[in-house]
């Protein structure tokens, strides 16, 4: 039997539409929400994420604060800059895509930005906290994640769930999420890395199969457990397009459910980053 397909972008809808009554109520209330993207350099990649950002926001009612600076922008510059935004009281979440020019340390940016305005749920007190069970914002992607398999119908609680991948921005916070005792998660959580010995093993055994890879199609069927739900956060361009992490036409065979790239979690990555920055504005 073929997998069914998991349709991020109508899923992400559904999720923009919530935000954007809940943005409404904001406003009633005399409160634009607003959000400062900031994008240092030029990287094509980068400047596409950021411009789907604005323009989603624009479409539920939160005001951009656009700040693209040139790739040489000293960091104290940057951090200057973070510091007008924290103290700004018309912008309530504040974006820093990544990745950042060599010359800048990432980490010092991220601490940088005040936690309760932090739309992407980088600031280290906010990863804390979401280890803790007790987030302000889960960064965007992994809440995309959690939000796609809870609206699929997909049992999480009690489920083995492999996480190949261990980002900051993904697989970490993804593994976090999934594990706490609280609804929607309770799942049995594996994270496989580079220096896993053989990832196959893990991969086979997953209920939920979790690719986080950064390389084109690194999940083969075999890899893949009978019936098992397959979310693949790969966004690789190659010389045939942009490709998933995972092998979709040979895996959409063996599992129950699969998402596509594009199409799958890319979208609810941005439906999520427009309810954190609402949930920042009190929303
Ligand atoms: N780079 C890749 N993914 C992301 C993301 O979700 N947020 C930001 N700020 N940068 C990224």
Redesign the pocket.
Known sequence: MTAAVIDGKALAQQVRSEVKERAAGLARAGITPGLATVLVGEDPA?TI?VSSKQKACAEVGIKVWDYPLPASTPEDELLALIADLNANDGVHGI?????LPEHIDEQKVLVAVDPLKDA?G?HPMNLGRLLAGDPVVA???PAGIQEMLIRSGVEISGAEVVVVGRSN?VGKPIAAMLMQKAPGANATVTICHTRTRDIAEHTVRADILIAAIGRAHAITAPMIKKGAVVIDVGMNRTEDGLKGDVDFEAAKEICSQITPVPGGVGPM?IAM?LSNTVKLAGG
């Open positions: 980068s994420y974006l820093v895509q990544l990745p992407d980088f960064p965007a992607t921005i990555t980053l």
